[in-house]
């Protein structure tokens, strides 16, 4: 799903988008619609982004943090698995709920993981997933752990809401063998995803869509 | 280094045996000795059965349940990763204390996990582990996780110590389509060891060792 994607948009269902600026997002270039927010997604909000998103031929994928929110008609669902937390809920509750739920009704190859590191303790992702900021040992016991035992082929590196600090990133980058780096978090133009483009795999543009469109459609082409 | 094993002896540094029985084990034919145990496991007793066992060709692993006790010398290091538990400890706490306290020392290519569903809720590793029994529906999408989305080689299905329900293990085969099944627990004779290895991959005998060495030598013709 994610081997030619170098850019992705991330709309949350919970905030309005007018149809102007949705067809925008969707006519940008970026290599995916990613639909995914951490609170306030129900099945209405996520019907209506599918809706309108495929009057376009983008292609559209729901990160699945609410199993009520699961529908049919995504070209891919994305299941967060949270590496830094103690609770089992955000590493595998939600998966198990997902397939307890929706098996037989999706099929595993429209299903991957989202293992995640969630960075920014100010977010409500980490919050929410009772994170821990791990010390840089553990950090980069815990990649290596993702890298070379479970062989992720991406790991999300998640600042949700602020920009990361593009060393921190980069030194992530460079601990990793088989896994690619996919970056979120508070990229808001062409500087910043070119900046992150560079120590990341995948960006991930989220806020801006709704902060400052102008500018977050200009990330688009500074990542490819 | 599992992909020609159909039966593995296990051996407790936390036992004795003496050199004429450990010759009798290790020239059994088994395809792998596996060190490790749940209490009890020392540097000073795993290293005493790593230098006894390599007077034999067989090969050699460790498995990992007390990051004090590694060292060097094994042909393969296996790292336990509870899936029937909330305590992330026995998830992957002991993963990441190993990487953090062996690395680099150890190369990753010498290193797999060992993702286990304990289903024997009176065995000390249920115990120790924090393990719950699953009922049966989460314990299908947590096979479903393991095997298609984590895409496991191996599940390692343990009843420690006690023989489990030949169904339960052949249902739990049925569900896999990538993950191959290890089966250990209670394995004393030819019969167990046919049985078994007719639901699972490999089987693995380990106290028959100490209790009944005769009835268990002949565990290992029996899964070929």
Redesign the interface.
Known sequence: MLSNVKHIFKLDPNKEISDENLQKVCESGTDLILVGGTDGVTEDNVLDLLARVRRYSVPLALEVTDTDSVTQGFDHYF?PSVFN??D?KY??GI???A??DH?PVID?EE???FPYIILNEDSKAFKKSNAYLPPE??L???L??MD???KFPYIYIEYSGTLGEIETVKAIKETLEHSKVIYGGGIKNKEEAEAFSEVADIIVVGNAIYDDLKNALKTVARSK
């Open positions: 299941i937390t103690n089992m590493r595998d998966l198990v709920d397939l307890e098996f595993f299903i991957s993981l040992d553990a980069t016991s815990t290596h752990m070379k035992l479970y």
